[in-house]
């Protein structure tokens, strides 16, 4: 199996340019499926920390690069929307974030929120012993124990969870009102809340109208959109996680 990838047929949220070369790197298996960014890309493309692979493998090495929380020394490990980045001797810290036209981007934010990240719940369902899994869009999945406090949470809920204990620390239900961006679609990367969900009968995919600031809409496919607390948006003084419901 080849190691590149075409540039023309990356997915339109990686940070590359098509039409500067034939090849890039190729991810690795990990989270967020075709739709993760070798890490090389981030440290060489994006940011300009190293020049090559070799480079690459060698910082690595050195332990002081974390993605959510853990040292990654794979420079092909795929980083996806939400992940955290952190550099630990530069003391800097990242959040993936979308921005206009659907790009991955990183938005510097402070260390403390670096602890935690947010996630999209995409599937819920029972498991053995009468517990729930909650299963979010990087393939992460937390199992709720109580099946009281399991009702709590939604298909298309986001959460936010410590990066060291794993626990649910925040939490946005997806209702009418709420705060998401769009994440995939025309709209990707711009920013509203919801005024109307729409459920489409059948195997149609439901639909969600979202007003901007200005008071313009846009309407999207409700998977294409992801709550989101104001604080997520970016800046230094991003949210550590306790902006939400518990």
């Known amino acids: 199996m080849t190691r590149h990838q075409k540039r023309l047929s990356v997915p339109n949220s990686w940070p590359v340019e098509r039409k500067e070369a034939t090849w890039t790197v190729k991810a690795g298996a990990g989270p967020h499926g075709e739709a993760g960014v070798p890490l090389l890309i981030l440290l060489r493309d994006v940011l300009g920390y190293v020049d090559s692979k070799k480079e690459a493998r060698y910082a690595l090495n050195q332990d002081s690069v974390l993605v959510n929380g853990e040292a990654v020394s794979d420079e092909s490990r795929p980083i996806g929307m939400f ?22 981007a990183l938005t510097p934010i402070s260390a403390d929120a670096a602890d935690s990240r947010l996630g999209k719940i995409v599937r819920k369902q029972q498991v053995a012993g009468g517990a729930f899994q909650l299963t979010l869009h990087d393939g992460t999945n937390l199992r709720i124990e109580d099946a009281a406090d399991a009702a709590d949470y939604s298909t298309n809920d986001s959460l936010v969870v410590d990066n060291e204990t794993k626990e649910i620390v925040a939490h946005f239900p997806y209702e009418e009102g709420a705060l998401v961006t769009a994440v995939d679609g025309q709209h990707a990367g711009e920013i509203g809340e919801v005024a109307e969900i729409t459920v ?47």
């Open 200 to 246: 489409t009968p059948g195997s149609g995919s439901n639909t969600v109208r979202v007003t901007r600031d200005d008071d313009s809409e846009f309407e999207t496919v409700e998977g294409y959109v992801v709550v989101i607390d104001e604080n997520f948006t970016g800046g230094s003084d991003a949210t550590d996680g306790d902006g939400g419901d518990d």
């Open 83 to 104: 992940d955290i980045v952190a550099f630990t001797q530069r003391e800097e810290y990242y959040r993936v974030f979308p921005d206009e036209g659907g790009r991955l």
